[in-house]
Each structure stands twice: as C-alpha cells, then as structure tokens.
C-alpha cells in the first residue's frame, strides 16, 4: 500500500502562487509515475501535471502550461506543485496521484483546497 499526503492548499488572490506538496509512504518502490490532478465543482476531474520517476518525462495541461511547475524530491518521497499567477478558474481540489508498475495499481491523496480569488 501507498499512503499520500497532500498540502499546502488555501486562499489566494488572483495573480498570486502556492506550492502542493505530496508526501508518499508506504510501498513506493514500485510507483513509476506520479501526477496531480484537480477537481472544481460541479466538474470532472482532469490532469494538471505529472512525471515519472525518473524525472525524464514532465507533462503539463494545457489549460496552465506556462504557470506550473511539478517536481519530485527521491529523497524526500514528495512530488510539488507550484502554481504561479493563479486565476479564479483555478480554484479546486488538488488531488496527488501515483501509479505503480506493480499490477497496474493506483493511489489517490485526499485532496487539498485550492481557492482563488479575484
């Protein structure tokens, strides 16, 4: 099992930054690739950002390319994300992801808020 850990969510202005964090425990040897994702209400789920392990692969929704920034700390065991010049349509909750190459397995965060204001 995996456990993850997010935070760092909360209010900001329009324009302004935050920075997700998502701590893993567990069984994380296996995890190959992690990502966040984002829910606002009333809407689905989509991807905002992700990297492998290895770092060699970083993808970015289009809908914020240019003001992300996903990294992963080995070290540590925790994926970031900082969001800069943030905008109301940003608001939602910021779920951490990851997928092991062990039987295809997947873990979720509990989500943390993000609200932006204008």
């Known amino acids: 099992q995996v456990q993850l850990v997010e935070s760092g969510g909360g209010l900001v202005q329009a324009g302004g930054s935050l920075r997700l964090s998502c701590a893993a425990s567990?069984?994380?040897?296996?995890?190959d690739y992690w990502a966040w994702h984002r829910q606002a209400p009333g809407k689905q789920r989509e991807l905002v950002?992700?990297?492998?392990?290895?770092?060699?692969?970083?993808n970015y929704a289009d809908s914020m390319k240019g003001r992300l920034t996903i990294s992963r700390d080995n070290v540590q065991n925790t994926v970031y994300l900082v969001m800069n010049s943030l905008k109301p349509e940003d608001t939602a909750d910021y779920y951490c992801?990851?997928?092991?190459?062990?039987?295809?397995?997947?873990?979720w965060g509990q989500g943390t808020q993000v609200t932006v204001s204008s």
């Open positions: 992801y990851a997928r092991s190459v062990y039987y295809g397995m997947v873990y």
């Open positions: 567990g069984n994380i040897a296996g995890i």
């Open positions: 950002a992700s990297v492998t392990t290895s770092g060699d692969q970083i």
